[in-house]
């Protein structure tokens, strides 16, 4: 493996902070949830076009009828991930709603289990009942806040278990072509999906204030492509574990912001709440053994 040109643990910071910011980016944007999923799509989609046809065309020709079909599929998932997970942000705080979104690995987990029939450890066992302890914890502290931010709870539990549609019915696909190729082709179906939600629903797609579109570019820029471009590159010289363990600080991240920018305050059960999700989701994706390995070298050192 090449020694990178920089510590891969720097794009890995900017990414987490990258991500977390897309919460603010919604809550600071006033179109409807649909509008704002359209074109956070479908700016991604005209940024990376020149690059995938200068490069990636060619790659088209390796996708089957199954994979377009998986990969339209996965695009619809990904499409009602967002709309659902805007939405919750109308009703619960950002805190809430990323951490909730932020139990993925544990969908997941489940996902694989019906369709591909992966064993289940007692560590995943204790994991998903310390992270539903911790779900459970922030849904009745954001009751007692009022009704409508446990609905935004439950919007954001679904929009989870939607991302977690998206990348068990793209995992296939995604072995056989590059990122950017495959990427490609779910966000131009995620995007198609939208402009017929927004059509339907009757939602505006414009004019907007100029601060709107702002919003909207930023939303493709940052969270999309930069935040998930440098997850990517870095996986080329840090495990999979040690991502998954980074994006926990996702929901940190964005509740710090959201607390600066909307005076979003928590209240104890949310906080307590939080921590016990991602200590949950932190036993089930961490790998102790390299861990304590890790600080075996480093007091070597």
């Keep these: 493996m090449n020694k990178p040109a920089i510590n891969p643990y720097i794009p890995i910071v900017i990414g987490v902070i990258s991500v977390s910011l897309s919460a603010i980016l919604v809550k600071l944007a006033s179109a409807d949830a649909g509008v704002i999923a359209f074109y956070r799509m479908l700016f991604s989609v005209v940024l990376m076009l020149p690059i995938f046809l ?3 065309t060619g790659e088209i020709k390796l996708l089957s009828k199954k994979d377009w079909v998986f990969s339209a599929i996965a695009g619809v998932f990904l499409a009602f991930h967002f709309i659902l997970w805007f939405e919750s942000l109308n009703y619960t705080s950002v805190a809430s709603s990323t951490v909730l979104v932020t139990m993925q690995p544990l969908f997941a987990f489940v996902g694989t289990y ?3 029939g992966e064993k289940i450890s007692l560590k995943t066992i204790i994991a998903a009942a310390i992270a539903i302890i911790g779900s459970v914890l922030i849904s009745w502290g954001d009751f007692r806040v009022s009704g409508t931010a446990l609905y935004g709870d439950i919007l954001a539990l679904i929009a989870c278990a939607l991302v977690t549609g998206y990348l068990l019915f793209g995992q296939d696909v995604r072995k056989r072509i590059s990122l950017v190729t495959y990427t490609m082709v779910v966000y131009m179906s995620s995007t198609v999906c939208l402009f017929f939600y927004v059509l339907v629903k009757g939602e505006s797609f414009g004019p907007y204030p100029s601060m709107e579109w702002v919003w909207f570019i930023l939303l493709a820029i ?3 492509l930069l935040g998930h471009t440098l997850f990517n590159w870095s996986l080329k010289f ?3 574990n040690v991502l998954s363990i980074a994006i ?6 964005a ?14 059960t949310q906080i307590v709440g939080g921590i016990v999700v991602l200590a949950g989701i ?3 994706v961490a790998d102790f053994k390299k861990i304590k390995s890790f600080f075996r070298k480093t007091i070597d050192l």
């Design 248 to 253: 926990l600080f996702e929901p940190i991240g």
């Design 255 to 268: 509740a710090i912001l959201a607390y600066f920018i909307f005076k979003e305050y928590l209240i104890a």
């Design 114 to 116: 019906f369709f591909f």
């Design 238 to 240: 840090v495990s999979t």
């Design 222 to 224: 940052i969270p999309n």
């Design 54 to 56: 200068w490069k990636y």
């Design 282 to 284: 932190l036993l089930f």
